[in-house]
């Protein structure tokens, strides 16, 4: 019997990517789901599906009535998806709102979909290169656009309402995530120019591991507020780990050294917080870097 049978779990953003592969991975855990997605999806099956904007109190509380748990997923998911200010203004207030009601009623648990850009790199205009490898919770951030910079203080808001109203939350920092085909698809263009997944540390997670990552967090006996970075084991390059980064980020410090195809990023507290580790990998040859 799963942890969550039974459960009431409020879904925001279902209709996304991670979404709508997490939301039939709880009710078949037996959680009784509430999604929340901002237009209609035919797709969607759930317990109550309801369309709003997770910036409107009013559709939030519709949503948040009843629920022992939240899944805050809703968000504007890249830089250049919308003008700056809707980017930042989505995500930042959304997260407040949910959290906020979450908390003054009482729901004990969250768990918010963070980002690897949280910590500034990935979508940085200027020439940077991660302070050292493996990329960790502590790395220097430097953020220099706007869905970074709400990433980053989505986690702000997470710590905040722990304190203020007691709600335990996880927040998960997904770096890119999607099915197996387009992973493969990622690849390529990693074999065919290594050094655009330099700042990510072509690292990547498929739906299926993300939708699972979301349900352990959920039982996890975490207390506080946790943000941690969340990956497959192996890169999404064909190359190995330690040529890559000799090549593409030699004054970068290592503070160990990696095996094969091993991902440079810490995966230590995504272990030892929730126990995860990733299931589904995409099979790919190890090649020796081009010179």
Known sequence: MSDLEGTRILVTGASGRIGAVAVPHLRALGAHVTTLSAGENPDLDADRVLVGDTRSQADVARAIEGADLVVHLAAL??????????????????????LQQAGEAGIRRAVVAGSINAYGLP???????????????????DIADWYSLSKHNDENTSRMAWRQWGIDTVTLR?????NEEALRAQAEVFRADPASGLREAWSYLTTRDAARAIELALTARTTGAHAFFLAAGNTLAPYRTEDLLKAYAPQAPRLRRFVEREVPIDLTPARRLIGFEARHEVALPTLDLPS
């Open 77 to 98: 998911a890249h830089r250049d998806i919308a003008p700056p200010y809707d980017v930042y203004s989505t995500n930042v207030v959304s997260t407040f709102n949910v």
């Open 123 to 141: 979508m940085n205009r200027h020439e940077v290169t991660p302070a050292y490898f493996p990329i960790d919770t502590d790395i220097p951030v």
């Open 174 to 178: 997904f770096p890119h995530v999607h």
